[in-house]
């Protein structure tokens, strides 16, 4: 649902003039695509016009991102606390993106919510929390970078909008998306890349520098995967993977190696749901992903602590992954008849 009305976009432009104040802007924690695409991206935007915007992410995010404009000058908040908190004291504007709740934003979650001055929050995921002063919010984009597009188009700062900036939305509408592949029944998506595209962006480099960016022990990761590590439920339509501490160690794993793994059992015919198990030392974390209209969002939220959309979603769960397994295997009959429906979308 669009949250946002032509009041928001004017409060967004009419803080912006405040040209003084330091702009922080903040991704979820483990940023993917669209959440480094859209904070860079506007990060760019913001220095065009003029601004001092600085990026801090919760954490380090994968090193395909780092051709992003504004990766080198971005503060990861875990290598500097003390920095990051005292940027944080001295901006007079956060900028949360791509997340609904300050607890996405891992250990920055308190300054969040501590925060003095203007925030504002630019997210489509559904039932953002009630901590922003200006919520832009807008469930039917395919991604934040599309929904932060739109925003600069309709506050008429497009012209501030340079190849940089655009390569970065595109990035995080690619990723979102799959490559085009879901969340982009509204045309809207395709007009966006369509203007992207006219800012002269490269976009078989940016789609090469991040997915063909394995080293060889990610690859070698998933082929061992796919291999030993999936179970298929036919009866279900659905299938997960897993990985072991033990797997992670032998494969040097590093962050963001198991990026999109989760997607592949649903290239399997008539497999519409597909969980992967990644071990933790005290909890195990869990990704969701759906074709069709079963809603792992809500699937994840009633088991699994978690929540994102209705075709992609994350959680956390503190037991064993032997636990977590059962678990998951355990409510697979409880779902049977949503499971099968959901292949006539
Ligand atoms: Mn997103």
Known sequence: MERFSSEDISKFKAC???KRETIVLVPHI????????????????????GLDAKVISPNSYANYYNWMCGHSEAIVFTWKKDYATKLMGQAGILICMDFNQPSRAGEMESLIEGFQHTRILIDHHPYPADFADIL?????RSSTAELVFALLCEAG?????????????????MTD???????VSDPETFQTISKLLKYGIDQDAIHSAIYDNFSEERMRLLGFCLNSRMKVFPQYHAAYLYLTKEDQKTFNFRKGDSEGFVNFPLSIKDIHFSAFFTENDDHVKVSFRSK??????RFSEENFNGGGHL??????????LQQAIDTFENLLPSYEEQLKKSENK
């Open 177 to 183: 998306t799959g490559s085009f592949n879901y969340n």
């Open 16 to 18: 912006l003039k405040k």
């Open 292 to 297: 069709g209209n079963f809603p792992v969002n």
């Open 30 to 49: 483990n940023a993917d695509g669209d959440a480094t695409g859209s904070v860079f991206g506007l990060w760019k935007v913001l220095k065009n016009m």
């Open 136 to 140: 832009i919010s807008d469930t039917k």
């Open 311 to 320: 075709n992609a979603a994350g959680g956390e769960i503190y037991v064993t």
């Open 157 to 173: 700062l497009q012209e501030y909008i340079d190849k940089d900036a655009a390569s970065c939305f595109f990035a995080g509408i």
